[in-house]
């Protein structure tokens, strides 16, 4: 059987690769995708976790965070859309009417 | 028997009258408005006379109780008054002339603008004077003290759009301000050694302690609250505020600062006689201001030549001779003095009140003279006011100031030296008032226009060419005050005064003067000599050689000036404490400190968040990305210091 700290750690893994792509693209598409892989990280470590404790509750929060994300990416992606047509972009840098 | 009383009552009434006019009375009409003011005063009066009444069945000292107003530990101060023989003058001079004076006042305020906020302020002092007098304890008294002092300010600022008058107002507050340092100090120092402020446990308390022959606590707290008294009561050093006072209305110069508020201070030293008593080097400072005060003044009284600051000095001088009656231990001849004081110098100033108004607001005597044709009645009221200050027998003065100058002899004839030589220059500065105002030619101008003092004094239905007599209702007070001038040192002879007072001050300190020796008929003689030739010297210089005087004083020509100018002592205090006082707070306390330190570190703080919202508010860019680069690192942060501790465990 697999240790449950290799979960975690792959977990950590997936989430910290989501925050450097947070950070570090530019590109709007990209960073919803980072978004996304920090969630399934997080996701990772519930189900992990669930499976060590013999818990169900971690499984049915996973459920929860997959709705979540998916009404999440439905409306995100109406929101790329509605800036790409008006800005012609999806460059964050250069979505920035709102900026001091 | 303890029949009840309500003293409280008489302090009340004015103050009800007080409220009803300053509240309701700018809507009222004049004749309301002086219709409260008379009853509520003349109530207080009535009821004055009835306690006067029933005074001979009371048992003295009466006392009542009516709630407690400080209650800590032993300590306690309640609203409480006391009734004896002394406070019973004080009542009954301070309700009837009182009463008088607002009657006067009805005539000679009728035109002013503020009628109802002069009645309003007259029944508040009123109310304060009275708590002063019927205090059971020091502390009342003092709210009575304090009380007064406003009322007093109030009205020398009466016309307070006048600038001369508002800081003379001011002048006098502040000056009183030092005199009741002293005081309080000596209240505190009665409360620290004897626990109380009450009449009754501090007398009976100090009553066991025996003379103190060399300073000590008694000498302390008596000169502390001599202190107290020389504010309240114009003497050296603190005399300064009562002949600016004179910027009030007239009835108010008679009423405050003659008969009744500066008196307060002698009251007091009297009140308090059982310590000064044991405290012969304070009562030795008494005696020595209050001689001093007493010819220092009268000098100055004879240069002046505005009818009201020559009233003012001699008030200061008389009240040097009150002083000097209590520091050689004659506490009832300064309270005879003080009530004769109060009729005739009453009086005097309302008779002064009535020429002021007579010539149409002017108060230079030069400009005055042969008025006795003119407004007869007033002449001869002023008449009797000034033989009785002047000490002609039988008048009051007599009476009074001859009582004291007995005693003076008695404790040392130096004091009687001084006091008979000012008694031959009150007799001279008060006589030059007169002949300079009533005989010869009038010198004043008999033209209608008298711009702003026709509109002070006003004069509206009638022009003002002649001097002209003043209405019954002023004429009425004075003819009643002039009156008790004449026989209200009756009462003296005897020493019928002084016995009606021995309950309160004892027969012992000084030994009782059983019969008038052969000294005592020379001495008066003496003094009548002195009096007589004032008037004959005030004569001659005035009347039959009105050229003397300048050559007079042109032969004097710097000693002159120096007491023309008061010996400069207003130029004195304003080089040795007034200025160093202003330039201090300019230079230290407002540029130093309120500037530099409080101004300066609410700005530098006020900059300083400024200087660090700054720099700190880029972090706010608007660029989420750094947001969550933020986020990250503080969230790294966390959890790097949880693993240090986890492994730390």
């Given at each position: 059987m697999v240790p449950l700290s290799y979960y975690l750690v792959l977990s950590g893994i997936l989430f910290a690769c989501g925050v450097a792509g947070f950070l570090i693209k530019r590109n709007i598409i990209t960073i919803f995708m980072s978004i996304e892989l920090m969630l399934n990280g997080v996701n990772l470590s519930f189900v992990a976790f669930a499976a060590h404790w013999h818990v169900l509750a971690g499984q049915v929060f996973v459920f929860f965070v997959m709705v979540v994300a998916a009404a999440e990416a439905a409306v995100g992606l109406a929101i790329i859309i509605a800036v790409y047509r008006t800005r012609e972009t999806l460059n964050v840098d250069q979505v920035n009417l709102l900026k001091l | 028997m303890t029949a009840n009383l309500n003293l409280w009552m008489i302090p009340i009434l004015p103050l009800a009258g007080a409220a009803i006019n300053g509240f309701w009375g700018k809507k009222s009409s004049r004749s309301a408005v002086s219709t409260v003011a008379l009853f509520f005063s003349g109530a207080a009066f009535a009821w004055a006379l009835w306690v006067a009444l029933h005074f001979s069945s009371l048992q003295l000292p009466y006392q009542e109780y009516l709630t407690h107003w400080i209650r800590s530990g032993n300590f306690s101060a309640d609203f409480a008054f006391y009734l004896d023989q002394l406070s019973l003058v004080m009542l009954l001079v301070v309700t009837g002339v009182g009463f008088l004076i607002h009657i006067y006042s009805v005539g000679y305020m009728w035109d002013d603008p503020g009628y109802y906020r002069f009645f309003s302020y007259l029944n508040l002092f009123m109310f304060f004077m009275l708590t002063l007098v019927l205090a059971n304890n020091y502390l009342l008294m003092f709210i009575g003290w304090e009380g007064v002092g406003l009322a007093s300010y109030l009205l020398i600022g009466f016309w307070f759009t006048k600038d001369s008058a508002a800081s003379a107002g001011k002048k006098a507050f502040i000056v009183n301000r030092i005199g009741d340092f002293g005081f309080l100090i000596g209240l505190f120092l009665l409360i620290q050694h004897f626990g109380s402020l009450n009449f009754d446990q501090v007398f009976g308390k100090v009553q066991p302690l025996g003379i103190e022959t060399t300073a000590g606590l008694l000498t302390a707290i008596g000169i502390l609250l001599m202190v107290g008294a020389c504010g309240k009561s114009a003497q050296i050093p603190l005399y300064v505020w009562l002949p600016d006072a004179m910027e009030g209305p007239t009835p108010v110069s008679a009423l405050i600062h003659a008969a009744t508020m500066v008196t307060a201070g002698v009251y007091m030293v009297a009140r308090s006689h059982a310590i000064f008593e044991r405290a012969p080097i304070a009562l030795t400072v008494v005696a020595i201001i209050g001689t001093l005060t007493a010819l220092f003044a009268a000098t100055i009284g004879i240069t002046q030549t505005d009818i009201k600051k020559v009233l003012a000095y001699s008030t200061v001088s008389q009240l040097g001779y009150m002083f000097m009656a209590c520091g050689v231990g004659?506490?009832?001849?300064?309270?005879?003095?003080?009530?004769?004081?109060?009729?005739?110098?009453?009086?005097?100033?309302?008779?002064?009140?009535?020429?002021?108004?007579?010539?149409?607001?002017?108060?230079?005597?030069?400009?005055?003279?042969?008025?006795?044709?003119?407004?007869?009645?007033?002449?001869?009221?002023?008449?009797?006011?000034?033989?009785?200050?002047?000490?002609?027998?039988?008048?009051?003065?007599?009476?009074?100031?001859?009582?004291?100058?007995?005693?003076?002899?008695?404790?040392?004839?130096?004091?009687?030296?001084?006091?008979?030589?000012?008694?031959?220059?009150?007799?001279?500065?008060?006589?030059?008032?007169?002949?300079?105002?009533?005989?010869?030619?009038?010198?004043?101008?008999?033209?209608?226009?008298?711009?702003?003092?026709?509109?002070?004094?006003?004069?509206?239905?009638?022009?003002?060419?002649?001097?002209?007599?003043?209405?019954?209702?002023?004429?009425?007070?004075?003819?009643?005050?002039?009156?008790?001038?004449?026989?209200?040192?009756?009462?003296?002879?005897?020493n019928g005064f002084q016995h009606f007072l021995e309950p309160v001050f004892g027969a012992e300190f000084p030994k009782a003067i059983a019969e008038p020796g052969n000294t005592e008929w020379l001495l008066m003689g003496i003094s009548v000599l002195f009096s007589i030739t004032g008037l004959i010297v005030a004569y001659v210089l005035y009347v039959s050689k009105p050229y003397l005087p300048q050559k007079i004083a042109d032969s004097l020509n710097g000693f002159y000036e120096t007491v023309l100018n008061k010996y400069y002592v207003d130029e004195l205090y304003a080089k040795i404490f007034v200025k160093p006082l202003v330039d201090g707070s300019t230079s230290i306390l407002w540029q130093g400190v309120d500037r530099k330190v409080i101004d300066d570190s609410v700005n530098n703080a006020a900059e300083g968040a400024r200087h660090v919202s700054d720099e700190v508010r880029h972090m706010q860019s608007g660029n989420l990305r750094s947001y969550a680069g933020w986020i990250s690192a503080g969230a790294a942060v966390v959890i790097a210091y949880m693993i240090w501790l986890g492994l730390g465990r």
């Open positions: - | 004659a506490f009832s001849a300064g309270i005879f003095h003080l009530m004769t004081h109060a009729f005739f110098k009453g009086l005097l100033f309302l008779g002064a009140g009535s020429v002021i108004h007579a010539v149409g607001g002017e108060q230079d005597m030069r400009k005055m003279g042969g008025l006795k044709t003119y407004i007869p009645m007033t002449f001869i009221v002023m008449l009797i006011a000034t033989c009785a200050i002047a000490g002609i027998p039988p008048l009051a003065g007599f009476w009074s100031k001859d009582e004291i100058l007995w005693k003076a002899w008695e404790a040392n004839p130096i004091y009687w030296v001084i006091g008979a030589i000012t008694a031959f220059i009150t007799s001279f500065y008060m006589f030059r008032l007169l002949f300079m105002t009533f005989w010869g030619d009038y010198k004043g101008i008999k033209v209608d226009d008298h711009g702003q003092a026709h509109a002070t004094h006003g004069h509206g239905d009638h022009g003002h060419g002649e001097p002209h007599e003043s209405p019954m209702v002023m004429l009425v007070p004075l003819m009643i005050l002039a009156f008790l001038s004449l026989v209200g040192g009756l009462v003296g002879i005897h």
